[in-house]
């Protein structure tokens, strides 16, 4: 199966920051990454799809970048609304999809 | 609108069989164009992908739990079920449907969007 490794696991910001999280995949995936924010108790919400493109409705300070095997997700500007838990997912092997370990963010 | 939700019980024995449901609305099971997975989340801790149902009837399994998983589909009911054998203290967790969506012009796939999720605890 594909690894996929995020760091950092937590960060502590503040409104107004610029935030970048990482995800390394264990081999090239293409840009076959798919980024998700989940606030407590609610169920993930798709942010960024093939590594790149903005799902529709999805605030423009959400950017992703990255193919191969490195990638990132940015929040040019952070708002009290995007204290959450991030997470990557590989959907370059269809029989063994994976998703990343988790980034949480909280407020400094 | 595209939903989807899951039921089941909220209480399992340990060595039991876990039998989840995935109710959708708004698309159809059979577009092929979509697919249904079922993805868990034990409290606190990350997702983790189970399985995955396709439009023309192909499965595919988490490597590490696909000898107690059995994932199928009644298109006609617009239901995907999910059964998980031998259940353990350690398969708590909130189990979520997600609908598994192709791009139109790309091989790019992604999940959107999710069931609530259901909690299920297992205990004795």
């Known amino acids: 199966d594909i690894q996929m490794t995020q760091s950092p696991s937590s960060l502590s910001a503040s409104v107004g920051d610029r935030v970048t999280i990482t995800c390394r995949a264990s081999?090239?995936?293409?840009?076959?990454l798919n980024w998700y924010q989940q606030k407590p108790g609610k169920a993930p919400k798709l942010l960024i799809y093939?590594?790149?493109s903005l799902q529709s409705g999805v605030p423009s300070r959400f950017s992703g970048s990255g193919s191969g095997t490195d990638f990132t997700l940015t929040i040019s500007s952070l708002q009290p609304e995007d204290f959450a838990t991030y997470y990557c997912?590989?959907?370059?092997?269809?029989?063994?999809?994976?998703f990343g370990g988790g980034t949480k963010v909280e407020i400094k | 609108q595209v939903t989807l939700k899951e039921s089941g019980p909220v209480l399992v024995k340990p060595t039991e069989t876990l039998t989840l449901t995935c109710t959708v609305s708004?698309?159809?099971?059979?577009?092929?164009?979509?697919?249904v997975s079922w993805i868990r989340q034990p409290p606190g801790k990350a997702l983790e992908w189970l399985a995955h149902?396709?439009?023309?009837?192909?499965?595919s399994y988490s490597t590490s739990l696909k000898s107690r998983l059995t994932i199928s589909k009644d298109t006609s009911k617009s239901q995907v079920v999910l059964t998980m054998t031998n259940m353990d203290p350690v398969d708590t967790a909130t189990y979520y449907c997600?609908?598994?969506?192709?791009?139109?012009?790309?091989?790019?796939?992604?999940?959107?969007?999710w069931g609530q999720g259901t909690l299920v605890t297992v205990s004795s």
């Open positions: 081999q090239s995936i293409s840009s076959y």
């Open positions: 149902i396709f439009s023309n009837d192909e499965k």
């Open positions: 997600a609908r598994m969506l192709v791009g139109s012009s790309s091989p790019f796939n992604w999940f959107d969007p």
């Open positions: 708004g698309f159809s099971l059979s577009n092929a164009r979509m697919g």
């Open positions: 997912q590989q959907s370059y092997s269809r029989g063994g999809l994976t």
């Open positions: 093939a590594a790149s």
